[in-house]
């Protein structure tokens, strides 16, 4: 499949199925009130896509890869969130699990698309396949 806009990027796709899911966790649960907290996670949660859609942008691999960087540490700093939202019990071990486990999901995907790109650093990212 020819990737020829940001949408059409799994690691993206993914990541958006990530931020819906702490979106529907900070309305539904005591985090809701926790506005700190809260906005850190839903911040952290969007940057993971902003970041692969503002990097499909920018020029050539090298540029995208520096972004995809930027993505993957948001989901380091989405994860240590949750422990603190797990740790206030704002969410329940079986949520926590579960947004953990898409964490290292879209991690491990964005970590696969950086190596991929990375074989082909001066290429511009929309003239690839996936």
């Known amino acids: 499949m020819k990737i020829e806009r940001f949408e059409d990027i799994e690691a993206w796709q993914i990541a958006r199925k990530l931020c819906k899911a702490v979106y529907e966790l900070a309305s539904s649960s005591g985090l809701g009130k926790d506005f700190s907290l809260k906005d850190q996670m839903t911040r952290s949660s ?5 970041n692969i859609a503002e990097g499909f942008d920018g020029g050539t691999n ?4 520096r972004f995809l960087q930027y993505s993957k540490r948001s989901c380091s700093e989405l ?10 019990s ?3 071990t079986k949520q926590f699990e579960e947004l953990h ?3 290292n999901v879209t991690r491990n995907k964005i970590g696969a698309f950086i190596n991929y790109l990375s ?11 996936s």
């Not at 090298?62 to 890869?65: D, G, I, L, T």
């Not at 994860?79 to 206030?88: A, I």
Request: proline content about 3%; charged content about 30%.
């Open 46 to 50: 969007g940057s993971i896509m902003d």
């Open 62 to 65: 090298r540029e995208f890869v």
């Open 79 to 88: 994860q240590s969130q949750l422990y603190r939202c797990l740790d206030q």
């Open 90 to 92: 704002y969410c329940t």
């Open 101 to 103: 486990t898409q964490i």
């Open 119 to 129: 074989k082909h650093l001066d290429r511009r990212p929309s003239s690839y396949d």
